[in-house]
């Protein structure tokens, strides 16, 4: 497979364009290259059609908001099609956030827990522990990752059963 430099994109919905048309925008010197304007026109594609099966996700969310299984395969997709935008085109994308924000119309905090979700955990895990979302967003505050499988291990044993119990968890840890 050839090897990409990697080039930054933004994705941006075009002046006076419809507010649900994106493009991905590069540097003018990044512009000029033999071959950019077919990769950011896949890149578009591709984004096109991952958002709006990341929609369709979040729906089914939205109908089981408890569901871990959902958030976790939704974080993995979101993280496999921008490592596949890195390494297939060459193409960065430097405002990911803010288009995922734009796009799928979620909260920030929101967000920032289902992208961290599939880089934690592993769905086997999440599966066998029947844990739910709300129980999840807790853990996924832990930054130290010895104590929160540590906090896991003892909410699936039953020694902590409540959110405010994984927050004096997570306070107490810190203190260490």
């Known amino acids: ?19 649900d048309v ?56 979101i993280g496999i099609f921008f490592r596949a935008l890195e390494k297939e085109l060459g193409l960065f994308v430097t405002n990911k956030r803010q288009a995922l924000l734009r796009d799928l119309m979620v909260t920030k905090s ?10 934690r ?6 599966r066998r522990s029947g844990l739910k979302w709300s129980r999840f967003r807790e853990l996924l505050d832990i930054k130290d990752e010895d104590e929160m499988k540590r906090c896991m291990q003892l909410l699936l044993a039953g020694k902590i059963r409540t959110n405010e119990e994984i927050r004096s968890f997570h306070r107490t840890a810190r203190r260490r």
Not at 110 to 119: A, C, F, Q
């Open 110 to 119: 929101d967000l920032g827990y289902t992208l961290r979700v599939s880089e």
């Open 22 to 77: 994106r493009a991905f925008v590069v540097s003018l010197a990044n512009a000029v290259q033999p071959e950019m304007y077919r990769k950011l026109r896949t890149a578009e594609r591709r984004y096109q059609e991952a958002t709006r099966r990341w929609k369709s996700t979040l729906a089914r969310i939205q109908s089981d908001p408890s569901n871990a299984v959902l958030r976790w395969r939704l974080s993995r997709d």
């Open 1 to 19: 497979m050839k090897e990409f430099s990697r080039i930054q994109v933004e994705i941006r919905t075009p002046a006076q364009a419809d507010p």
């Open 121 to 126: 955990f592993d769905i086997n895990d999440i």
